[in-house]
């Protein structure tokens, strides 16, 4: 399942805050319902009342509700992303310094943060086998386009063939 397709699938199964939270990366509550509002005359007026408290306990009592809610349909999606990993992905996810942090806390946040970084980082850099037959497939696709003269074909095609080369020579070692 790509990055995408699980946000779409928190906000489609999960609601708005949980998609919006992944995807910004930070707990987020979208459009929060506010209590009746005042003007600023009515508002000085309410200081030391009744109504002043009510609606201080009306914004409390959502705020809570909706962090709560949130904070539950996040650790419910860390368990379906968890359970989307492949043992490979899994074992990677676990040697990174925040994963027991964040599997305690079942933070899906930071399971998509190690998730990132895991796929955006340059394992495959030392992967010499992954490397050759990349190299391969471009010398044998290699040919001159149009508008390409041959002095040029020949420099670009001697840079491919270099690097195939190369490679081909450390393939022997591995």
Known sequence: MSRQAFIEYAGRRYGLNSKTSIKKGVETLVRPKKPKTYTDAEFKELKDTQEMEEYQMDYKIYYLAAKSSLDLK??????????????????????????????????????????????????????????????????????????????????????????????EYHMIGV
């Not at 992905?89 to 990132?116: G, P, R, S, Y």
Request: glycine share 4%; hydrophobic share 35%.
């Open 74 to 167: 996040l650790r419910e999606l860390y368990s379906c992303l968890w359970g989307q990993c492949d043992p490979a992905l899994q074992n990677n996810i676990k040697l990174d310094k925040q994963f027991d942090n964040a599997n305690d806390k079942q933070d899906v946040l930071t399971l998509m943060e190690i998730i990132n970084t895991i796929c955006s980082s340059s394992n495959t850099a030392d992967y010499y086998p992954l490397k050759f037959m990349t190299a391969n497939a471009k010398l044998h696709k290699f040919c001159q386009g149009k508008g390409v003269s041959t002095a040029d074909y020949y420099h670009v095609f001697t840079i491919v063939s270099t690097v195939f080369c190369f490679f």
